[in-house]
């Protein structure tokens, strides 16, 4: 009798085994309810706990939320059950693009589209003050369009995560790809890092090896720090000058993502029309922009705030990833549910808007407008880590149906819990149809998750 497939949820049927890692697997899937394939990354939770790695997941998943892009794996949903915890991905049916490199190097246009690709998510996600920190080919995807889709953001950094120095320190990546600064261990930018990453690559692609390898690992970190490699004879000129300007050892006069654009090789390979369905596709990716501490805060006066502000709309998909599928708190006891809250609200923006700067007055905090759409309140006394800053969203479900979204970016975690219960809530409570979390206590109800099928 043949066995039958393993379904998760009533939604979700668990096919064959894609690939595994240490603490995950990727298995095959198919949403019953479209038909339509998807990836299944499943986590051992006890596993994760064991070794220390709930950070990185919490990380992984936020940035995958985040990054919503042409040319990144999306992450449709997350599930979890007591010991396992389940990522329903996008399903790239090609593969990884270093199967396609193992057969030998790729013809120059090919190396470049994918290139312009991979350069395109890349800045995205750069933008977002998200840095992948281990770009290689077997983490760069193929879909049945033969399009790539950057994954595995395992080892990814969020912005927030730099020290006072303004550079990461956490040393990570996969040596051959690596750039000589996160060898050298005294900090690094996280962009110029990943530059260096894209240009590895790109060497690959066009020659089919690597440019820096050694049976010994110290002496390839010391070819690294020199930059010592040789181009093949086929290589052309511009590419020769573009890759010699990215894989410079000296990250302050490596060559930006703005300059690599600019490059006549890169150049080459764009059009109009996909550079402009590229800019459009990556500009209506939704309202998940964590970066709030770029660009400088547009001051305004509280009787013009909501005529400058116009919330941005969710589509279904956006509405499903702020809903339970995607409340970390059913995954992990952590403090990341402390640091946001979410409520509904049967007002229009305009009331909600007066109701939020009256509230800050109320509380004596500065009320500023940041780009991409947010409130911004701080506090004006420095606690013992810093001013309370509290970001304040709000999205469109209909005119006159919202949701509002608070979130600690700044002080003390106690400090905002306190004044979100005994101040904020209060102060909102006629304008807040549902807070977060206060239905299902309501009605006794509990978020459906997928049963334990493994055991």
């Known amino acids: 009798m043949e066995n039958k497939p393993k379904v998760l949820t009533q939604r979700y049927e668990l096919g064959r085994l894609l690939g595994q890692g240490t603490f995950a697997k990727v298995y095959y899937g198919r949403s019953l309810a479209t038909n339509n394939a998807v990836a299944i990354k499943l986590i051992d939770k006890e596993k994760v706990f064991k070794i220390g790695l709930v950070e990185q997941i919490k990380r992984e998943i936020s940035v995958m939320r985040i990054a919503r892009h042409p040319n990144i794996v999306q992450l449709y949903e997350v599930m979890a059950t007591k010991s396992k915890i389940y990522f329903i991905m996008e399903y790239a049916k090609g593969g990884e693009l270093f199967d396609k490199v193992a057969k030998g190097r790729l013809k120059e246009d090919i190396a470049r589209k994918y290139f312009i690709q991979l350069i395109d998510a890349v800045d995205f996600c750069h933008d977002k003050g998200v840095y992948h920190r281990d770009i290689k080919p077997e983490n760069l995807l193929l879909d049945d369009n033969e399009n790539l889709k950057v994954s595995d953001f395992g080892l990814s950094a969020l912005a927030e995560s730099k020290r006072q120095d303004g550079l990461l320190h956490t040393i990570c990546g ?81 060559i930006s993502i703005t300059k690599v654009k600019e490059s006549s090789w890169f150049r080459k390979g764009l059009t109009l029309k996909n550079r402009v369905k590229a800019r459009l596709e990556s500009k209506t990716m939704g309202p998940f922009d964590t970066s709030t501490s770029a660009g400088p805060s547009q001051e305004s006066s509280d009787g013009n705030l909501d005529q400058l502000f116009k919330p941005p709309s969710l589509n279904a998909f956006d509405i499903i990833s702020i809903s339970a599928g995607f409340d970390l708190s059913g995954l992990f006891e952590d403090s990341y549910r402390k640091r946001e809250t979410r409520f509904a609200c049967r007002q229009p923006a305009n009331v909600i808007i007066s109701k939020l700067v009256e509230m800050a007055k109320h509380l004596r905090l500065k009320v500023s407008k940041k780009e991409g759409g947010l409130l911004r309140l701080e506090g004006l006394n420095e606690g013992g880590k810093g001013a309370l800053v509290i970001d304040a969203e709000i999205f469109e479900l209909t005119p006159s149906f919202h949701l509002v979204e608070l979130k600690k970016s700044n002080g003390d975690t106690l400090e905002y819990q306190r004044m979100l219960m005994d101040n904020i809530r209060p102060s909102l409570d006629e304008i807040i149809w549902v807070w977060q979390g206060e239905q299902q206590h309501q009605q006794g109800e509990t978020p459906a998750g997928p049963q334990d099928s493994e055991g």
């Open 174 to 254: 996969t040596p051959a790809y690596v750039a000589p600064e996160v060898i050298d261990r005294k900090g690094y930018d996280g962009a110029k890092a990943d530059i260096w990453s894209c240009g590895v690559v790109l060497f690959v692609l066009l020659a089919g090896y690597l440019p820096f390898h050694d049976s010994n690992l110290m002496a390839m970190y010391r070819k690294i720090g020199r930059a010592e490699f040789k181009f093949p004879s086929w290589f052309p000129a511009d590419v020769r000058r573009l890759l010699s300007r990215i894989l410079d050892p000296n990250p302050i006069t490596r």
